[in-house]
């Protein structure tokens, strides 16, 4: 069965540091295209990181500098290292395959508060 399960959301205040972590099944995710994305309260959802087999990343201007997408092959699991969070960071965050049938995880809140 194909899946993704996302952990490690929370509350931190402006400035501080967040690990997303994606455990993914039923398939080989250094294979494919992974990426995150977010969905903040009356917005539309957008992406904030892109990793492809190859492992070359990419982001946007909103994040660059401060997100950083990475995977452990052995285990299966994708992460997303958040730094220098703000307010406007504050989201729901999806994890998915983003090659062939697309697969979304349930989603992880973080809250960026003081």
């Known amino acids: 069965q194909v899946q993704l399960v996302e952990s490690g959301g929370g509350v931190v205040q402006p400035g501080g540091s967040l690990r997303l972590s994606c455990a993914a099944s039923?398939?080989?995710?250094?294979?494919?295209?992974m990426g995150w994305y977010r969905q903040a309260p009356g917005k539309e959802r957008e992406l904030v990181a892109t990793?492809?087999?190859?492992?070359?990343?990419y982001y946007p201007d909103t994040v660059k500098g401060r997100f950083t997408i990475s995977r452990d092959n052995a285990n299966n699991t994708l992460f997303l290292q958040m730094n220098d969070l703000v307010p406007e960071d504050t989201a729901v965050y999806y994890c998915t395959r983003r090659a062939g049938v697309v697969v979304w995880g349930q989603g992880t809140q973080v809250t960026v508060s003081s």
């Open positions: 039923g398939f080989v995710l250094s294979n494919t295209i």
């Open positions: 990793i492809i087999s190859g492992g070359a990343t």
